[in-house]
């Protein structure tokens, strides 16, 4: 176990890059810091580079776009709006500009994801309104152009009532690359206060009819009501299905999702595991590098991992916990 | 799965060293416990979590709704000093790094990561070459994927190869000479030899079937220390006694030299029998040397039971130990099970005194568990559960207590010998299972044991060959590995990154990769390498990209700043070489041929007003600028700039440079400018919208009213 870090007592948000070799922080204060590992000395320690001040709240969630555009951050703020960031070379120094904000009027954002498609880099926005926005890159050097490829809402409105709706987070996961290319599919679950509107959703875009459709709900019966905190989409390295972790309001879930070959059929998801060891929330999962192991934490403030038997069985295998518990 | 659990770490984040500490049982989970200094730290509002390469988990300990100024007293603070970043009050939120399993990654708590990456680094090329022999074998006998009988015999040769990698062994010892200084290292590497070899002999080695009793005679002389690890065994008593026998100087009457002697006579150690008898006052004959056929032994050793000798022999210690030594040779249970200790003795000590290991080969799973039952002591039940299920062939206990001791490298090199001959273990390894997401035993643990690898810079490089070995995911996680390379800063990482994934025809990943670095640098004010990768990268999109963005900058350039001028038209001649469908690039070279002889012209002049170079200059420029004004030739956005470079020719001082008809048409590309802008062309409203834009559309006007007019009276 080795400390990489000390952060400040405000920091407020964390990210790793594609390889782990930089920190993005955001704090408390409105700043972000980005940490890089110390040169020489063979150690892991981690210095803070760069830093700026960003925003005049606190910086609510941080997140790094792919490298194939260079170094990206993604951050949003108390006022809801989200701004983008990148590394840059200006007389013989990096340092980080800030390139566009995307900003909706009387609302914010509860989520963003990058996915990094063939079409190039994409930006999906969980708005608190219910409406999910998907920003395309236009010039794939430039950073500061970007156009909304599609909006749509998440939940569709039956009963005309959704403007009694709130939505108070929400959570995305793209599917990861398969052999560097990644597909325009996306898990996305709000959570509100309509116990119906609870569920995770896969969305895809259909090339057929150039939209985003709802192709899968991880939804299993009798457990409508759970609210969903957090998602994962494993890297598929080679199995038939894919992996999905859900951490909800009382379990960390684990779905397999079965994409067909024929096209236009709809994936099938099946429900392999409920594991209640947290007794409670679920605030966040995240799935290692080959799917293999899975860590959650919850409001027992344990970090639980979880690993399938060869049975194909998942169970706990370790936890991390504070000496004093 | 091994890769996670089985460790449990102490406070100060190093591996509990205790006896039972890595072999947590199956059924409960690892715990890993956080640093004191995070446990004491006012209790987080949230940990985020994160993976790194492999088994490495980072978790960010935030607390972000406690104001800075109630930040804790905590003095793990690690002010770095550079007062932009790091916290200024100490304590604060901290990122840890947990190398999963990465302590157990070998079983081996106590030995040094150095030794733990000799072992890795040369237990490579053996399961390469078992590898490779196996693929050719196979290739050989036409894809029946069937393997030839003598395949245990490349295996066999593969498990001596590891063999030797692992801790040396001195077989002339004779477990007597134990070596004081022996590590805890030492012992634990020998106790995993110690498991190594026993599989081999009863997994691979099909010559040994008719004299196991003998190997594991040998193999007792070179690991019964081993075993003294977790629980007595005769080798610790003999140790013992080693100490005590040279200060006693009639051994005959110490009742401890005859039960030493009986114990290394139960377990075959003829040699350090005959040692023994040496020290006694009165040793004469050496009759006790050979082993030989069977009942000829017994009906000796019975005849000496009944022999004159002892009514002649007056010494009563020796009497006694003697009886105690024919006992054994006659195959006393009792007898036998007092001079030995752990249960594996015990067992030899049955093959060679109460029935010949050939007559019992099939029960002798009961045997040993007899045998076991009768020596049980509190020890590591794992360790003695495994040596139990490698004797009795039992591959689904090997493997999983082999998991619970030694974790993923051993797991992911000992299926080799399960497999070299038992059909049921092959079965068992090599089937595909579908709760392994379509994969078999076989493969899962090299899959395992890559991730580990790759969770340590100096041994990620190694993961490659044993993820080629694995047909379903092997290829999936190779590339998840080398894309999780730190490449954008490293070129010699890079390279190595690019080398791998051409040896193992991941193109995917070299491409996405040289993307990655092309734009880094690209980015990064490193303009030539970012193209070169992005050429590599036959990246098409962002090359043309990158041709517009120059083609822009051209316009901004000034005529006099040569440097950053030829820097451009480098960049310029790199993208010619791959890019020629990128739009633009024509135009491109024919300005910059334009803006060259524009220098050219300022160079003669500044150097003598009349050089005759100077006209020839002019008209060469004036040629250009017409190339440019080609229809087609030049997008629109760049029009003004064009015409605004012409001025200096339209004002030629010694005579006119453009005449009446070259004139009329930078008129009309004037024309057009100011009529696309009317229209609301974004590009001619972009090009000609700032007040500098203005000012040169005016300067341009003039020059083309003087020229035109000039012109006009010349002709």
Redesign the interface.
């Known amino acids: 176990m080795e400390k990489l870090a000390a952060l400040e007592a405000t920091a407020s948000s964390t990210a790793w890059n594609y390889c782990g070799e930089r920190l993005a922080v955001g704090t408390g204060e409105g700043a972000i810091q980005v940490w890089e590992k110390e040169r020489g000395g063979g150690g892991s320690s981690f210095s803070c580079i760069h830093k700026w001040q960003a925003y005049n709240g606190p910086v609510v969630k941080i997140i790094w776009g792919s490298p194939e555009y260079g170094d990206v951050v993604a951050s949003s703020s108390t006022d809801g709006n989200i701004s983008l960031w990148e590394e840059i070379e200006e007389n013989d120094q990096s340092t980080w500009r800030k390139c566009t904000q995307f900003e909706e009027p009387h609302t914010a954002a509860l989520d963003f994801q990058f996915g990094n498609c063939l079409t190039g880099l994409k930006l999906v926005v969980a708005w608190a309104d219910g409406r999910v926005k998907v920003y395309d890159m236009l010039d794939t050097l430039d950073l500061k152009q970007w156009q909304l490829q599609a909006d749509f809402l998440n939940d569709i409105v039956v009963d005309g009532k959704s403007e009694r709706r709130s939505y108070s987070a929400a959570s995305i996961a793209w599917r990861p690359p398969v052999s560097s290319i990644q597909q325009p599919i996306f898990a996305l679950a709000y959570r509100s206060n309509s116990l119906l509107h609870n569920v995770a959703k896969v969305w895809e875009f259909l090339d057929a009819y150039q939209r985003w459709s709802p192709v899968a709900e991880l939804r299993a019966p009798g457990e409508e009501g759970d609210s969903v905190n957090s998602l994962s989409w494993a890297t598929n390295i080679g199995r038939p299905y894919e992996l999905i972790a859900v951490g909800s309001s009382c379990a960390v879930l684990i779905w397999h999702l079965e994409f067909s070959q024929i096209a236009g059929e709809k994936p099938i998801a099946r429900r392999v595991a409920r594991l209640t060891e947290h007794n409670g929330e679920v605030w966040q999962v995240e799935w290692d590098m080959s799917g293999m192991t899975l860590a959650s934490y919850g409001s027992d403030g344990v970090v639980r991992l979880w690993q399938a038997n060869i049975d194909g069985v998942w169970q706990q295998q370790a936890i991390v916990k504070s000496a004093k518990d | 799965?091994p890769?996670?659990?089985a460790?449990s770490?102490d406070?100060s984040?190093g591996a509990t060293s205790s006896e039972n500490g890595h072999y947590t049982p199956q059924n409960l989970?690892?715990?890993?416990?956080?640093?004191?200094?995070?446990?004491?730290m006012q209790?987080?509002s949230?940990?985020?979590?994160?993976?790194?390469?492999?088994?490495?988990?980072?978790?960010?300990f935030?607390?972000?709704s406690?104001?800075?100024a109630?930040?804790?007293t905590g003095t793990?603070?690690?002010?770095?000093g550079?007062g932009?970043?790091?916290?200024q009050?100490?304590?604060?939120?901290?990122?840890?790094?947990?190398e999963?399993g990465g302590r157990a990654a070998l079983g081996l708590d106590a030995v040094e990561d150095a030794e733990k990456r000799r072992i890795a680094y040369g237990s490579l090329p053996a399961f390469a070459l078992l590898q490779n022999k196996r693929k050719m074998l196979q290739q050989a006998k036409e894809f029946s994927g069937m393997l030839p009988d003598d395949w245990w015999e490349h295996v066999l040769e593969y498990s001596y190869n590891i063999s030797n990698l692992l801790a040396p062994t001195s077989t002339t010892s004779m477990g007597l000479q134990l070596d004081k200084k022996s590590r805890k290292e030492k012992q634990e590497q020998t106790l995993l030899r110690a498991v190594w070899e026993l599989t081999e002999i009863f997994f691979v080695d099909k010559h040994v079937t008719s004299w196991i009793p003998e190997k594991l005679v040998d193999w007792l002389t070179v690991y019964d220390r081993a075993l003294a690890r977790t629980e007595p065994t005769v080798q610790t008593k003999l140790v013992a006694l080693q100490h005590k026998l040279p200060n006693i100087q009639f051994p005959e009457d110490d009742a401890d030299y005859w039960e030493g002697a009986c114990s290394a006579l139960a377990v075959g150690w003829l040699d350090i029998v005959i040692k023994f008898l040496r020290m006694h006052g009165s040793y004469r004959l050496d009759q006790i040397d050979n082993r030989q056929a069977w009942e000829k032994w017994r009906s000796q050793v019975a005849k000496l039971d009944n022999s004159m000798f002892w009514s002649e022999c007056n010494h009563h210690g020796t009497l006694l130990g003697l009886k105690k030594l024919l006992q054994i040779l006659l195959g006393n249970v009792d007898a036998l099970i007092t001079a030995t200790c752990h249960w594996i003795e015990l067992l030899v000590a049955h093959f060679l005194y109460i029935v010949p290991f050939s007559m019992v080969a099939g029960e002798i799973l009961s045997i040993a568990r007899k045998c076991k039952q009768l020596k049980h002591v509190s020890g590591n039940e794992n360790l003695r559960e495994l040596l139990l299920a490698i004797i009795s062939n039992d591959t689904e206990i090997v493997l999983a207590e082999c998991s619970q001791l030694f974790g993923p490298w051993m797991m992911a090199h000992v299926v080799e010998l399960l497999t070299a001959k038992s059909t049921h273990a092959q079965a068992l390894l090599l089937e595909e299972?579908?709760?392994?997401?379509?994969?078999s035993?076989e493969e899962?643990h090299r899959?395992?044991y890559a991730?580990v690898l790759?969770s340590h810079h100096l041994t990620w490089q190694l993961s490659p060959t044993y993820l080629a070995s694995c047909p379903?995911?092997?290829?999936?996680?190779l590339?998840?590995?080398l894309?999780?390379?730190?490449?954008?800063?490293n070129s010699r990482l890079f390279l190595k990154v690019l080398d791998i994934s051409r040896l193992y025809d991941l193109g995917?990943?070299g491409?996405?990769l040289s993307?990655?670095v092309g734009?880094?640098n690209?980015?990064?004010?490193r303009r030539g390498t970012g193209i070169m990768w992005l050429q590599q990268a036959r990246d098409d999109?962002?090359l043309a990209?990158?041709a517009?963005?120059l083609a822009d900058s051209v316009t901004t350039f000034r005529t006099d700043d040569i440097e950053s001028f030829q820097h451009l038209e480098g960049l310029l001649d790199l993208l010619d070489s791959e890019v020629r469908s990128a739009q633009g690039l024509s135009f491109l070279h024919r300005y910059r041929d334009f803006k060259n002889s524009l220098h050219e012209i300022r160079e003669y002049r500044s150097s003598d007003l009349c050089n005759p170079k100077v006209t020839v200059a002019g008209r060469h420029a004036a040629d250009c600028l017409l190339q440019l004004l080609k229809p087609g030739a030049s997008p629109l956005r760049f029009w003004l700039s064009i015409l605004h470079d012409s001025v200096d020719l339209l004002e030629w001082p010694q005579q006119v440079l453009l005449n009446e008809v070259e004139t009329t048409t930078l008129m009309t590309y004037l024309q057009e400018l100011k009529l696309a802008e009317a229209r609301g062309d974004v590009e001619a409203v972009n090009a000609l919208s700032s007040e500098q834009a203005k000012q040169q559309l005016d300067r341009v006007r003039l020059a083309l009213a003087l020229n035109l007019g000039r012109a006009i009276l010349q002709s």
């Open positions: 799965m890769a996670v659990a460790a770490m406070e984040g989970p690892g715990v890993y416990q956080l640093p004191r200094s995070l446990g004491e209790t987080p949230m940990v985020c979590i994160a993976w790194g390469s492999g088994n490495k988990l980072r978790l960010s935030l607390q972000h406690v104001p800075a109630r930040s804790n793990e603070g690690a002010e770095r550079n932009n970043g790091a916290s009050s100490g304590g604060g939120a901290a990122v840890i790094e947990i999963l299972r579908s709760a392994l997401g379509s994969i035993l899962l899959v395992i991730q790759s379903k995911q092997g290829c999936g996680l590339e998840n590995v894309l999780k390379q730190p490449v954008s800063g995917v990943v491409t996405a993307r990655v734009i880094h690209w980015k990064h004010g999109l962002r990209a990158i517009n963005q």
